[in-house]
């Protein structure tokens, strides 16, 4: 047991890896949990996620979530199954989008039978859950008996994520979940912290930067018009959350512009469709330029040629859709969803392209793809990629190395050392180094399971 000055770190998982995010905060009496998401890689979700916690869960007093993207979130109906009884707490938008992508996920899971996952996964576990969720705004303070004080500062990564900023003993920790790649075109840029004691940062893409953010949008207005000159179909897998809002935004800017001409634009997710008027909902939350744009009277969401087909036989319909045309789809590393019966129908063909624009873990048919992998099998088929592969890497939701340090520059005098989670280790070991090298930092990459004691 701690001693009251110092606190305990257990990197549960999401250290070496980029996802299944879920580290434990303990001292004075206290457990905390800071996410709990799933581990995803080849399969979307993991058998290892149906272990065992390596707590027990009844006995934590609170669950602070950064974000409600699936590797931050995914494992909370599990913890529920597994006893806990604490509070929930998040920023607002958090937790709305969280119990759809709950709703989602248990959707996918439902015929789990084998791993118990349809017992697991149940509404009755998700509703308990949302029962337990209590939400607060950005910088507004949570006080927690035994001198703990909580608050969430806008990470820039998805609509209503958090960097979680904890005070205990005078000390600030900062755990940064994952982090923006700011400048977004709706979301407010990452905000500084400057005052960290110790940081627990991502390190998603700290061995890469991104292509200049300015190219990014003529990038896509390019491979968009190949396309429609080559009279294709356009593919572009997304996350259906941020990525798809993203694009939507700028596809409707070109539109509404006269960049590019009118043509069939669907986005072909339900569960993206979702989360899009989740998006319209909380407008409050864009950034001033986005605002504007919206306050001028432009629905961003909402353009000639776009269609949001809902309906699975909307979506085959597709198919007979004659080209060019734009086809959004999930999921983003095309390990499962509606995107894949695409894949199938279009990758063979030398006139269509696939656009990928986020980040593909290894194992995915998405990373297969991205590495240029020219035999793939898709749905029990295999098939030779004939197919353009484009990539545009300027859209990514994370920071790149350069950006990662310099968030770390800002409170590079006051931080006694920084944990360097949720990345692959090659990505951890060189932002480590960068980190030591240009800013004079201590770093520490922890292993999944290790505890660490901090001093406060
Ligand atoms: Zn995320």
Same mark, same amino acid.
């Given at each position: 047991?701690a001693?009251d000055?110092?606190l305990?770190?257990?990197f549960?998982?999401?250290?070496?890896?980029v996802t299944?995010?879920?580290f434990l905060?303990?001292?004075n009496?206290?457990k905390?949990?800071?996410?709990c998401?799933?581990?995803?890689g080849e399969?979307?979700?993991d058998?290892?996620?149906?272990?065992?916690?390596?707590?027990d869960?009844?006995?934590?007093?609170i669950l602070?979530i950064?974000h409600?993207?699936i590797d931050h979130?995914?494992?909370i109906p599990?913890?529920?199954?597994?006893?806990?009884?604490?509070k929930?707490?998040?920023? +607002?938008p958090?937790?709305e989008?969280?119990?759809?992508?709950l709703a989602d996920?248990?959707?996918?899971?439902?015929k789990?039978?084998?791993?118990g996952?349809?017992?697991?996964y149940?509404?009755?576990?998700?509703?308990k859950?949302?029962?337990?969720?209590?939400? +607060?705004e950005?910088g507004q303070?949570?006080?927690?008996?035994?001198g703990f004080?909580?608050?969430?500062k806008?990470?820039g990564h998805i609509?209503g994520?958090g960097?979680l900023?904890?005070?205990y003993?005078?000390?600030k +920790?900062?755990?940064?979940g994952?982090l923006g790649n700011?400048?977004?075109? $709706?979301?407010?840029?990452?905000?500084n912290i400057?005052?960290?004691?110790?940081?627990?940062?991502?390190s %998603?893409?700290?061995?890469?930067n991104h292509e200049?953010?300015?190219?990014r949008?003529?990038?896509?207005?390019k491979?968009?018009m190949?396309?429609y000159?080559?009279e294709g179909?356009?593919?572009?897998?997304?996350?259906?959350?941020?990525?798809t809002?993203?694009i939507?935004?700028?596809?409707?800017n070109?539109?509404?512009g006269?960049?590019?001409?009118?043509m069939?634009?669907?986005?072909?997710?339900?569960?993206? +469709?979702k989360?899009?008027?989740l998006?319209r909902k909380?407008e409050k939350?864009?950034?001033?330029?986005?605002?504007?744009?919206?306050?001028?009277g432009?629905?961003v969401?909402?353009?000639?040629?776009l269609?949001?087909t809902?309906?699975?036989e909307?979506s085959k319909?597709i198919l007979?859709?004659?080209n060019?045309?734009i086809?959004m789809?999930?999921?983003?590393?095309s390990?499962g969803?509606?995107?894949i019966?695409h894949?199938k129908n279009?990758?063979?063909?030398k006139?269509?392209?696939?656009?990928?624009?986020?980040y593909?873990? $290894?194992g995915t048919l998405?990373?297969?793809?991205?590495?240029?992998?020219?035999k793939v099998k898709?749905l029990g088929?295999?098939?030779?990629?004939?197919?353009?592969?484009?990539?545009?890497?300027?859209?990514?939701?994370?920071?790149?190395?350069d950006?990662?340090?310099?968030?770390v520059?800002?409170?590079a005098?006051?931080v006694?050392?920084?944990?360097?989670?949720m990345g692959?280790?090659?990505?951890?070991?060189?932002?480590?180094q960068?980190l030591?090298?240009n800013l004079n930092?201590?770093t520490y $990459?922890?292993e999944?399971?290790e505890?660490?004691?901090?001093? %406060?």
């Amino acid at each position: 047991m701690a001693n009251d000055k110092n606190l305990k770190i257990t990197f549960c998982s999401g250290a070496g890896t980029v996802t299944g995010s879920n580290f434990l905060l303990e001292g004075n009496g206290k457990k905390f949990l800071i996410d709990c998401g799933l581990v995803q890689g080849e399969k979307f979700i993991d058998d290892l996620n149906w272990n065992k916690f390596s707590y027990d869960a009844s006995t934590i007093d609170i669950l602070f979530i950064s974000h409600a993207h699936i590797d931050h979130i995914g494992r909370i109906p599990k913890l529920i199954a597994e006893g806990f009884n604490g509070k929930i707490v998040s920023t +607002i938008p958090t937790k709305e989008i969280t119990e759809v992508m709950l709703a989602d996920t248990a959707h996918l899971l439902s015929k789990d039978i084998e791993n118990g996952l349809d017992k697991i996964y149940t509404k009755e576990n998700i509703e308990k859950a949302m029962s337990l969720w209590e939400t +607060i705004e950005y910088g507004q303070k949570l006080n927690v008996d035994h001198g703990f004080q909580f608050s969430y500062k806008d990470a820039g990564h998805i609509l209503g994520s958090g960097m979680l900023e904890i005070i205990y003993n005078d000390k600030k +920790i900062v755990f940064t979940g994952d982090l923006g790649n700011s400048p977004s075109p $709706i979301l407010k840029d990452t905000e500084n912290i400057t005052d960290a004691d110790y940081l627990i940062m991502e390190s %998603c893409y700290g061995d890469r930067n991104h292509e200049e953010r300015s190219e990014r949008t003529k990038k896509l207005e390019k491979v968009i018009m190949d396309n429609y000159k080559r009279e294709g179909t356009l593919m572009i897998p997304v996350f259906s959350l941020e990525r798809t809002q993203e694009i939507l935004y700028e596809i409707n800017n070109m539109v509404e512009g006269g960049k590019i001409p009118k043509m069939p634009i669907f986005l072909d997710s339900p569960l993206a +469709i979702k989360l899009t008027a989740l998006y319209r909902k909380y407008e409050k939350y864009f950034n001033p330029q986005a605002l504007k744009i919206i306050n001028s009277g432009d629905d961003v969401f909402s353009f000639l040629g776009l269609k949001f087909t809902e309906d699975t036989e909307d979506s085959k319909a597709i198919l007979r859709v004659p080209n060019p045309k734009i086809i959004m789809a999930g999921s983003g590393m095309s390990n499962g969803g509606r995107i894949i019966h695409h894949e199938k129908n279009y990758l063979p063909n030398k006139n269509d392209t696939i656009l990928l624009i986020g980040y593909q873990a $290894i194992g995915t048919l998405g990373r297969l793809i991205v590495d240029k992998v020219k035999k793939v099998k898709i749905l029990g088929e295999d098939l030779v990629v004939k197919a353009n592969v484009v990539e545009i890497s300027g859209y990514s939701g994370h920071k790149d190395s350069d950006n990662l340090i310099n968030f770390v520059e800002n409170t590079a005098k006051t931080v006694r050392k920084v944990f360097i989670v949720m990345g692959e280790p090659r990505a951890s070991m060189f932002l480590s180094q960068k980190l030591r090298d240009n800013l004079n930092v201590d770093t520490y $990459i922890p292993e999944t399971g290790e505890e660490v004691m901090i001093e %406060c």
